[in-house]
């Protein structure tokens, strides 16, 4: 007859194998959503099986990670850390610098993270040009490297591009999560 004691420990090591397996799982699948293109990651991501947007990311020094979203024709420059203390709601004035050209803006905040919509084409353009983005606040420069920007920014449209028509080519088919 087996020991209870038995039954006991199997149960917590069955629980623990599968929430290991239910965790690599996960990771697989976000490994395969995702690709590099220099210091860049690029990804699709999809709400209850429907497209939502496309990014570029990367992580820069002190914990500050930047991401350009793009949904649709619109594009969003976001900047986070969770060293930041932001008040939400709040809208902060910076210069965009990209080379010698600057605009002055306003991002807006959320607890450790800010955002502003690119919505100058001058501006778009010459994040692909331009060796480096810095973004000048009240208190620092944070300085963007856009290594491999034009290879990033050309796959970010891609992915966008690839990822809307998904459903319209086969209604039927989950469309494949890829950037």
Do not use: H
């Not at 069955?14 to 690709?35: D, F, I, M, T, Y």
Request: glycine share 6%; hydrophobic share 40%; proline share 5%.
């Amino acid at each position: 007859m087996p020991s209870t004691t038995g039954r006991t420990l199997g149960l917590p090591l069955l629980a623990a194998s599968c929430l290991a397996l239910l965790q690599v799982s996960a990771a697989a699948e976000k490994a395969g959503n995702a690709e590099t293109i220099g210091p860049w990651e690029i990804e699709a991501t999809y709400k209850a099986d429907k497209f939502d947007r496309c990014t570029i990311r990367q992580n820069l020094d002190d914990d500050i990670v930047v991401t350009f979203m793009r949904v649709g024709d619109g594009l969003t420059l976001l900047l986070s850390s969770p060293n930041w203390k932001l008040e939400r709601g709040k809208q902060y004035p910076v210069t965009m610098k990209l080379g010698v050209q600057s605009w002055d803006r306003e991002v807006a905040a959320e607890a450790s993270s800010v955002s502003m919509n690119v919505d100058d084409a001058k501006f778009e353009r010459s994040l692909k040009s331009a060796s480096a983005l810095n973004v000048v606040a009240a208190g620092a420069t944070i300085r963007v490297p856009l290594d491999s920007s034009t290879a990033a920014f050309d796959r970010l449209d891609r992915c966008v591009e690839k990822n809307e028509r998904a459903v319209e080519t086969n209604p039927f088919v989950v469309p494949a999560r890829r950037p």
